[in-house]
């Protein structure tokens, strides 16, 4: 089982806590939507993702997306790499979370989404195709908060957003205070509203490479869903791509 066993509660007593303990997702207010994007926006809802498709790669769920995971350093890191699709309802490949009311995988936008294995954590980096920088990205985060096997007094995922000198363009923060978050942090109860069902964002000039990096006491089950980017410039055309553009990107 992907979690503790936890025995059901009335709706409405949860609905009533749900509202009381409900987190600040973050102090900045980043959005990422089209109607702040002067270009193109891009949106991934992953939905034509099937269950246990590597969603890892340059164009493997959008072709100006590279989706990495990175291995979580300061506890127990699922493999590098094995980021997947997931559906609600659909224990293949992972029961990646659980939710009171929804079941396996439950409430992602639509149906399908994407995590990475129950009980063990990864980071991720999301960058774009050669050229293209963005305005703003946006990421929803499910489950997390109801489940804090690390202990901490706090827990924190920052999602980065850095320009091609590597600066830190802007930061936001999802932050739970305190223990297990039953059931604010249920992606089902919650009901998009933090901390279990929450869009991150990140807004600025520049955005090449933006990261999402869990402290030392995360929720190691959670989900993913709803990629949103605004591209201000567009991927380089492969015929005007000079060689040492080619070099440059290969450094
Ligand atoms: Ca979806
Ligand atoms: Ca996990
Ligand atoms: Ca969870």
Not at 66 to 76: A, D, F
Not at 176 to 197: K, R, Y
Request: one cysteine or more; charged letters at 15%.
């Amino acid at each position: 089982m992907p979690r503790l066993p936890r025995s059901a509660r009335p709706l409405l007593p949860v609905l009533m806590l749900a509202l009381a303990l409900s987190a600040p997702a973050s102090a900045r207010a980043a959005v990422c939507a089209p109607a702040g994007c002067p270009s193109v926006f891009r949106f991934v809802n992953f939905e034509a993702v099937a269950p246990g498709a590597s969603v890892e790669g340059l164009g493997a769920v959008h072709p100006d997306l590279r989706i990495s995971s990175v291995p979580w350093t300061l506890g127990p890191s699922c493999a590098a790499g094995s980021a997947a699709g997931i559906e609600e309802g659909n224990s293949f490949p992972f029961d990646a979370y659980s939710t009171l009311t929804g079941g396996t995988n439950g409430c992602l936008s639509g149906t399908r989404g994407f995590a990475d294995e129950p009980n063990c954590v990864l980071d991720y980096d999301f960058a774009f195709a050669p050229g293209v920088t963005v305005g703003c990205f946006g990421i929803r985060i499910l489950d997390f908060g109801d489940y804090f096997p690390y202990g901490g007094a706090t827990h924190t995922v920052t999602l980065t957003g850095y320009d091609a000198s590597n600066a830190v363009v802007n930061v936001t923060q999802l932050i739970v205070t305190g223990g297990e978050d039953l059931p604010g942090g249920d992606a089902c109860i919650s009901q998009a509203g933090p901390p279990g069902n929450t869009v991150m964002a990140v807004a600025g000039f520049g955005i090449v490479k933006v990261t999402l990096r869990f402290d030392g006491f995360p929720d190691p089950n959670v989900g993913y869903d709803d990629i949103a980017f605004c591209e201000l410039t567009s991927p380089t055309p492969v015929r005007s791509r000079s060689w040492g553009t080619l070099k440059s990107h290969h450094r």
